[in-house]
T-cell receptor
Framework: EPEVTQTPSHQVTQMGQEVILRCVPI?????FYWYRQILGQKVEFLVS????????KSEIFDDQFSVERPDGSNFTLKIRSTKLEDSAMYFC?????????????FGPGTRLTVT | LAKTTQPISMDSYEGQEVNITCSHN???????ITWYQQFPSQGPRFIIQ???TKVTNEVASLFIPADRKSSTLSLPRVSLSDTAVYYC????????????FGTGTQLKVEL
């Protein structure tokens, strides 16, 4: 069964450093997303991406964040200058066209720790 | 976006059927009802989606009454591995929708 994969599984970085979180969505999916979950809190939407552009973004997704689909398989989330409060699990998700955006397939997540 | 209300937690024993009810009084005509499951330190996992009446797959059943103001996720014969948080989401079926997760229902299954 196809799965969304994410690398790395755990990233430790110092405050102010740039990080890139990588995702490989399911191959025939057309919509891509990033979510985050701070420990003990709700899963929060960050951004959705379709047809090589951002479809929607949340208030969390400020100028420090960017997304890119550099090739036909990868989907990345970049945080330019990390803050302590960026520490969270970051989940990538994808969904196919036609079956509905609410049927999303999530990756295992990247745990980002900012020290 | 329709607001959803579901119990904070539920306890069950292995082999029992578990029913988790979600209220969504303000559901819109084109909204679908979707349930996700999340284990600790893992991403949410799509379980089931429906619009009305009953939907069944290999994992669960979803019951939706005619007025669609509530829905019930039914897990038959739960096991310890079904211990997880279950989220009820309501929204349009169009592509690219963001998911808005609440706090969900923490299901604990014991021996």
């Amino acid at each position: 069964e196809p799965e969304v994969t994410q690398t790395p599984s755990h990233q430790v970085t110092q405050m102010g450093q740039e990080v890139i979180l990588r995702c490989v969505p399911i191959s025939n999916h057309l919509y891509f997303y990033w979510y985050r979950q701070i420990l003990g809190q709700k899963v929060e939407f960050l951004v959705s991406f379709y047809n090589n552009e951002i479809s929607e973004k949340s208030e969390i997704f400020d100028d420090q964040f960017s997304v890119e689909r550099p090739d036909g398989s990868n989907f990345t989330l970049k945080i330019r200058s990390t803050k302590l409060e960026d520490s969270a699990m970051y989940f990538c998700a994808s969904s196919p066209k036609g079956t509905g955006g609410y049927e999303q397939y999530f990756g295992p997540g990247t745990r980002l720790t900012v020290t | 976006l329709a607001k959803t209300t579901q119990p904070i937690s539920m306890d069950s024993y292995e082999g029992q059927e578990v029913n988790i009810t979600c209220s969504h009084n303000n559901i819109a005509t084109n909204d679908y009802i979707t349930w996700y499951q999340q284990f600790p330190s893992q991403g949410p996992r799509f379980i089931i989606q429906g619009y009305k009446t009953k939907v069944t797959n290999e994992v669960a059943s979803l019951f939706i009454p005619a007025d669609r103001k509530s829905s019930t996720l039914s897990l038959p014969r739960v096991s310890l591995s079904d211990t997880a948080v279950y989220y009820c989401l309501v929204g349009g079926k169009g592509g690219g929708n963001k998911l808005t997760f609440g706090t969900g229902t923490q299901l604990k299954v014991e021996l």
